[in-house]
């Protein structure tokens, strides 16, 4: 701690916070438990040289840079693949109570167990970045935290994370990112006691407090979710029925196991299941775009 502060005293512009942050303008350094932060215009090219020298970052971190999706999150590059109805979802997660943890046998372990991860970016001791590619079955979120509550165990770690929402190759997933990330850090504030959170879980706290038509994340779900006018009437019909089936399908002078049938099909292309009345809000508030 005093070496921090004694770093803050020197550099009275500077100042230090629990988690990394990644930005081009921005020297981070890192120190136990926590980060100091200055802007690169405050400090010469010999001093920015010499503080990374004193607080070098670990190797194993450095290399997170050279991967694809680390440019496509922080650098902007375009995805570049030989598919174009591939589907991603950025998965964050907070790693707490560190103890000698190897990252390198964490990363094996994760991919071992959940195959359609391809890539993880470790960004610092804290925080890591899983990429997901979309598959015909897709891991629920009781699954997922099952998954990391057993890694936690193995490990002797404390881990949360954040379930980013599927989109389509040609997305912008810097932004994605840039949006999901603030989501991620209020919901770890307002329910502290959760391991892993989703959109779902944000969406009366985004709807409040944000104008949702200026989030990029918003409009592409509203593009992605309700590219046909069949899903349109489907969630306007289920948001006033309350998610009672029965009621909707009759509303829609529909046969009940053709509406089942038809919010099976929305959960697989989307993995969004609307029967659940927080995963319904979401979508019927993103529905609000397309009106």
């Known amino acids: 701690m005093q070496e921090v502060l004694d770093l803050a005293k020197i550099y009275p512009k500077g100042y230090y916070r629990p988690d990394y942050i990644e930005q081009n303008d921005l020297l981070c350094l890192p ?43 922080f650098q902007s590059q375009s995805i570049d693949l030989k598919s174009s109805v591939d589907r991603f979802r950025v998965i964050q997660v907070d790693f707490r109570q560190i103890n000698q943890l190897s990252y390198q046998q964490w990363q094996e372990a994760i991919q071992a167990i959940w195959p359609s991860i391809i890539e993880v970016l470790f960004l610092n001791s804290h925080q890591a970045v899983l990429i997901e590619k979309q598959e015909s079955l897709c891991f629920s979120l009781d699954e997922i935290e099952g998954i990391f509550t057993a890694l936690d165990d193995d490990f002797s770690i404390y ?124 979508a019927y508030l993103v529905l609000q775009l397309k009106n």
């Open 31 to 73: 120190y136990q438990q926590q980060y100091f932060c200055i802007d690169k215009k405050e400090l010469s090219f010999a001093e920015s040289q010499l503080l990374q020298a004193l607080y070098p970052t670990n190797l194993f971190f450095e290399q997170s840079k050279q991967k694809t999706w680390y440019k496509i999150l």
């Open 159 to 282: 881990t949360q994370l954040y379930i980013g929402t599927f989109f389509s190759s040609e997305a912008n997933f810097s932004q994605i990112f840039s949006q999901e990330s603030p989501i991620f850090s209020g919901l770890k504030k307002e329910q502290k006691q959760k391991k892993c959170y989703d959109l779902s879980m944000a969406a009366i706290y985004v709807a409040c407090y944000q104008n949702l038509s200026d989030s990029y994340l918003f409009s592409m779900l509203a593009k992605e979710w309700f590219d046909s006018e069949e899903w349109q009437i489907l969630v306007s019909a289920l948001w006033k029925n309350q998610a009672n089936v029965s009621s909707t399908a009759k509303d829609l002078f529909m046969h009940r196991n053709t509406l089942l049938y038809k919010l099976d099909k929305f959960q697989q292309k989307n993995n969004l299941n609307l029967k659940e009345l927080d995963n319904l809000l979401l």
